[in-house]
Nanobody, 124 residues
Framework: QVQLVESGGGLVQAGDSLRLSCTAS????????MGWFRQAPGKEREFVAA????????YYADSVKGRFTISRDNAKNTVYLQMNSLKPEDTAIYYC?????????????????WGQGTQVTVSS
C-alpha cells in the first residue's frame, strides 16, 4: 500500500525557518499531484500548498503565500515544504497528501493518500 512519511517538524521561535519533507513509497510519484495541509487543535484540516506532478504548477493558501515554498524531487519520491518567517499561528500538525493523478487540488477530498503528520510548533 502507498505510504507517505513526513519529517522535519519541530519547535521553533517566531521568525525561524523549517523544511518539511515527505517521502512516498509504492506510489507512481512522478504522476502524482502532492499537497501539504495542516490542522491546529480544535480546527478543521486546511490547505497549505500543492504542486502538480511536474512541479510546473504550484498553489498556496493566502496565509502562507510569500513565506512557504513547495517543491518536489521526482528522482527521490519526495516533496518539500520550506517554511520561512514562521508565526505562532502556523502551529499545527502538517500532513502530506498524494493523489492518483497529475493535478494538484487545494481541497482535502482531492487527495487519495495521507501521511501521519508532523508537529510544527512556533513559539512567540
Amino acid at each position: 500500500q502507498v505510504q507517505l512519511v513526513e519529517s522535519g517538524g519541530g519547535l521553533v521561535q517566531a521568525g525561524d525557518s523549517l523544511r518539511l519533507s515527505c517521502t512516498a513509497s509504492r506510489l507512481t510519484f512522478s504522476r502524482s499531484g502532492m499537497g501539504w495541509f495542516r490542522q491546529a487543535p480544535g480546527k478543521e484540516r486546511e490547505f497549505v500548498a500543492a504542486i502538480d506532478s511536474t512541479g510546473g504548477n504550484k498553489y498556496y493558501a493566502d496565509s502562507v503565500k510569500g513565506r512557504f515554498t513547495i517543491s518536489r524531487d521526482n528522482a527521490k519520491n519526495t516533496v518539500y515544504l520550506q517554511m520561512n518567517s514562521l508565526k505562532p499561528e502556523d502551529t499545527a500538525i502538517y500532513y502530506c497528501a498524494g493523489r492518483r493523478n497529475e493535478a494538484a487540488p487545494t481541497i482535502v477530498r482531492g487527495y487519495d493518500y495521507w501521511g501521519q503528520g508532523t508537529q510544527v510548533t512556533v513559539s512567540s
